[in-house]
């Protein structure tokens, strides 16, 4: 099994540019999210989804638009990038359902640079 | 919402000594608490977890503890390595959800021969 993958690995953006990150898992799990990584701030919630055509914003949305139209993909969209986007962003998945918490494995993240 | 507050930042040992990295959380309903290590360049990855019905546990050199009453949580790491030398991650379930985590501000670990 891959795991939890994501592409691209690395990109550079100007101002105003959009794109979109994809994060794919191969393990069936329900719940996925997208995370951002700045220093000295911890993994800060962007987005999430607990199923298959669900979305739901995390702590930190503004600017950032998903979708899970498929229950292996979880895509992030940049619609405007700017600077303040720069970041490490890692997209994690974890089985999910039943009321017992489980361990969230996380993708090898897509650094983001917006010029 | 949840917030979860980690001291400290950063943090340097001898190797063989211990580390003791410690978290707050200001929501009583969280009841998962996982404890992610997170070596440079990589991804984050589960080191040990804990949840509300347990105090204390042990996985060889690491071992997490649990007071609820105060609302905090710590990570010990005993006779340290070289390669334990990463940034440590602590995390709380958000209100008591089984699918959202709030993380800790991180603390860097390193860990000197």
């Known amino acids: 099994n891959a795991g939890v993958t994501q592409t691209p690995k690395f990109r550079v953006l100007k101002t105003g540019q959009s794109m979109t990150l994809l994060c794919a898992q191969d393990?069936?799990?329900?719940?996925m999210y997208w995370y951002r990584q700045d220093p000295g701030m911890g993994l800060r919630l962007i987005h999430y989804?607990?199923?298959?055509?669900?979305?739901a914003k995390g702590e930190v949305p503004d600017g950032y638009n998903v979708s899970r139209l498929k229950k292996q993909n979880f895509l992030l969209g940049l619609e405007s990038a700017a600077p303040s986007q720069t970041s490490v962003y890692f997209c994690?998945?974890?089985?999910?359902?039943?009321?017992?918490?489980?361990?969230?494995?996380f993708g090898p993240g897509t650094r983001l640079t917006v010029l | 919402g949840e917030n979860v507050e980690q001291h400290p930042s950063t943090l340097s040992v001898q190797e063989g000594d211990s580390a003791v990295i410690k978290c707050t959380y200001s929501?009583?309903?969280?009841?998962?608490f996982p404890w992610y290590k997170q070596e440079l360049g990589k991804r984050p990855q589960l080191i040990i977890d804990?949840?509300?019905?347990?105090g204390e546990k042990k996985d060889q050199r690491i071992a997490v503890t649990l007071n609820k009453t105060a609302k905090h949580f710590s990570l010990h790491i005993t006779e340290t390595q070289p390669e334990d030398s990463a940034v440590y991650f602590c995390?709380?379930?958000?209100?008591?959800?089984?699918?959202?985590?709030?993380f800790g501000k991180g603390t860097l670990l390193t860990v000197n021969p």
């Open positions: 994690a998945s974890t089985r999910g359902g039943g009321r017992v918490y489980n361990e969230q494995f």
């Open positions: 393990m069936n799990h329900e719940y």
């Open positions: 989804s607990v199923g298959e055509g669900t979305t």
């Open positions: 929501d009583s309903a969280s009841n998962y």
């Open positions: 804990i949840r509300s019905n347990v």
């Open positions: 995390a709380a379930s958000s209100g008591g959800s089984n699918y959202k985590l709030t």
